[in-house]
């Protein structure tokens, strides 16, 4: 907005040099973009913000200098005597919704000429066009006190009445009404649209732009002069939906002052008595909705607090009082009342920043924060082992050749459907976000898992079919009796390869290989014992999936810690792509459990054995539905049961085909024995040996392969 520094000067008594000008206001949030000398005024150029319409005048700004500088600040002169004559004109606010105030002087007698020379040349530094005295003068208040005027020419009036009403309240017939505006460019109405009307037709689009059919020409002779308060957000819909722009709407759309509007009207007219020759007749001003001024409260050390550095009271009342809001006092807290022209201060911190940017924040002495450290606290050295563990975790899948995934904490309905969990799963209890940007990712999730199959989706649908991907985040569980859900760390993984273009043909299975990863990931960071169990997770495949379970190191019970296994081919046929014959595999595991677990964990060490050790290997012949891990956790309890001589086990060899039975499978697997005092002999280990397979065969309903 461009501003006169003369013009400044008939209200804010200051002589200050324009550079010095120039800093102050930028600094107290008025930038000013550019300085130009025209004859022999200054022409500023202000970026004024949306909050501040107070400031999109002479005026305005103005007010702004005088606090600034502490100088003496006056209105211009707007008083006059009017005639003493009955009107016989009528004003009807119709929709009180949209126009709270609605005010208007009659002038009779003017003379349509050119306005005086200083006030083109006013007009013109500023950016507008001079038309008449008339348009001039309301042109010249608009950038004076900053509140738009409309003068209408009285005798084209019909029916000697204003009525102001949305479209939709005065049409009469089905048909969209219309209006011819000043720019000759006619419009169709919409029913919320705000109107200015005379008895027959609308005449201006309330705030924005009058109409053809009552403008002033040098044949009028009468004038009506409306000064009114529309709601911004009315004038910024009827300005958007016809794409008009004015020096009014900007000013309606941000909040016109509603109380100045009848000082800005008598102006008007005191100048058109002064320039025109006209005398001046009665004022109507209808408020149907007055304004009520907000009170805020708030003490001197609160301010002090929130800017840094103590301002003396004096200073506080001075800047405030400025700026014209009223105050009450007491010692140590005051009631500050928002003026009219301050819609953008609503509360308390408003008010401090108003304090703060007329005192300077130049001001403000530059100082360190105080942050306190914590030392080896136990927190931090927590947050220490967390970190670590997960970093390994990134850098082993990393080196595994798997790239790492970051994706949105949403997920929806349409996920759990997907994967076919039912109601009543736990992982149902999601927290549902209030404003989504779609019903796709409306919850928090729950699991990782959903978000890796949108990634592979989106790369098998771009022909990359070769997908090794994880993830590291926190998922969120609702709680009944908690406001804040569970947070917990999760890693994802997902497998899925395409193994037709390698010339080198891998038949191990995807399920071990993904298994293969998941122990190594365990052991790499601490965790020894891992249980396997056949998982009943409804979206992995049965009998090609696990759950995972750890020894807890604080009761030495087994815990679940996650699931891995190859996707069921009902989630597969649900995905919108093909994934030809490749097996789509997932694990998730529950990292925060994890870490919780190996804060518990002792770190013991052992020296290396002395003693030879001693295998022995056996096959027996099981069911074919027997889970390989109760073999293994039946030997492994022999530690315990037959002989702590029992160093290790492990399975070595599954066959099924000749010489065994139908329904049946051979499982070889071998025992270490080791004494870490003396050196066994072959008939100690056999006559353990026979004690452990007594022991486990009947529990497996097993027998020795012959």
Not at 442 to 470: A, E, H, Q, W
């Amino acid at each position: 907005m461009k501003i006169s520094v003369n013009w400044l000067k008939d209200y804010a008594n200051f002589n200050t040099p324009i550079d010095d000008l120039v800093q102050r206001l930028t600094m107290c949030g008025l930038e000013v973009e550019a300085v130009e000398n025209v004859n022999d005024d200054t022409i500023i150029d202000i970026n004024v913000t949306p909050n501040r319409q107070d400031c999109l005048s002479h005026l305005g700004i103005a007010r702004e200098i005088s606090v600034l500088y502490d100088c003496q600040f006056k209105y211009p002169e707007h008083d006059f005597i009017a005639e003493n004559t009955e009107l016989d004109f009528n004003v009807d606010i119709i929709n009180t919704q949209l126009c709270h105030r609605y005010a208007g002087r009659i002038v009779k007698g003017v003379k349509i000429a050119p306005s005086p020379k200083w006030m083109q040349e006013r007009l013109m530094n500023c950016g507008i066009r001079a038309i008449n005295n008339v348009v001039d003068i309301t042109n010249y208040v608009l950038l004076e006190f900053g509140h738009p005027l409309h003068a209408f020419d009285l005798n084209k009036l019909k029916g000697k009445k204003i009525l102001v009403a949305t479209a939709g309240e005065v049409t009469k017939t089905l048909e969209p009404l219309k209006i011819r505006l000043l720019d000759n460019s006619e419009r169709i109405l919409q029913d919320q649209m705000l109107l200015i009307n005379d008895a027959d037709s609308p005449i201006a689009l309330a705030g924005i732009m009058g109409g053809s059919t009552s403008e002033v020409t040098e044949e009028t002779r009468d004038i009506f002069i409306e000064s009114a308060w529309f709601l911004p957000q009315s004038i910024r819909n009827t300005s958007r939906i016809l794409g008009i722009k004015t020096e009014s709407s900007y000013r309606f759309e941000r909040g016109a002052d509603i109380k100045i509007l009848k000082k800005a009207l008598d102006r008007a007219a005191y100048l058109m008595k002064e320039l025109c020759g006209c005398t001046i007749h009665g004022k109507i001003d209808i408020y149907p909705k007055r304004f009520k001024q907000q009170k805020i409260k708030l003490s001197f050390d609160k301010i002090n607090r929130y800017i840094g550095m103590e301002i003396p009271k004096k200073e506080v009342l001075r800047i405030l009082s400025a700026l014209t809001f009223e105050i009450e006092c007491s010692e140590d807290e005051l009631t500050v009342k928002v003026p009219s022209s301050r819609c953008d201060v609503t509360r308390d911190v408003d008010v401090i920043e108003e304090v703060l940017r007329i005192y300077g924040y130049d001001k403000v002495p530059s100082l360190l924060p105080v942050a306190p450290i914590k030392i080896h606290s136990q927190d931090s050295e927590a947050k220490k082992v967390t970190y670590k563990i997960i970093k390994k975790c990134r850098e082993l899948l990393l080196n595994e050749g798997f790239n790492e995934a970051i994706n949105y904490s949403f997920l929806g309905p349409q996920d759990f459907d997907l994967f076919n969990i039912n109601n009543e799963d736990i992982q149902r209890n999601t927290i549902n976000i209030l404003n989504p940007l779609n019903s796709e990712d409306s919850m928090m999730r729950t699991m990782l898992i959903p978000s890796l199959i949108r990634n592979l989706v989106y790369n098998i649908s771009r022909g990359n079919k070769d997908i090794r991907i994880f993830e590291i985040a926190r998922t969120f569980l609702k709680t009944e009796d908690k406001q804040l859900p569970i947070e917990e760390r999760h890693i994802s993984i997902l497998l899925c390869q395409d193994k037709e273009k390698y010339l080198y043909k891998d038949n191990v299975e995807d399920f071990y290989i993904l298994k293969g990863v998941i122990e190594k990931l365990l052991k790499n960071i601490g965790i020894d014992e891992i249980h396997f169990e056949r998982s009943k997770e409804f979206f992995l495949h049965q009998g090609r999936s696990a759950d995972l379970f750890i020894k807890t190191h604080e009761n030495n019970k087994f815990m679940k810690i996650g699931y891995f296994g190859v996707l069921s081919p009902q989630v597969i046929q649900k995905l919108s792509v093909k994934i030809l014959k490749q097996e789509v595999l997932a694990a998730e595991l529950l990292l925060d459990k994890i870490i919780n677990n190996l804060m518990f964990k002792k770190i013991t060490f052992l020296p290396i054995a002395q003693f030879p050790f001693i295998e022995r290997d056996s096959a027996v012949v099981v069911d074919d539905t027997l889970e390989l891990s109760k073999i293994v956790n039946l030997l492994n309890s022999c530690k315990d049961s037959i002989s702590n001589l029992i160093e290790e086990v492990a399975i070595f060899d599954i066959y099924k085909g000749k010489g065994i039975e139908d329904g049946k499978k051979s499982v070889a697997f071998n025992i270490r024995y080791r004494s870490t005092d003396k050196t066994l002999s072959d008939e100690e280990v056999d006559t353990i040996h026979k004690k452990v397979l007594s022991e486990v065969l009947p529990k497996i309903e097993g027998k020795i392969r012959s």
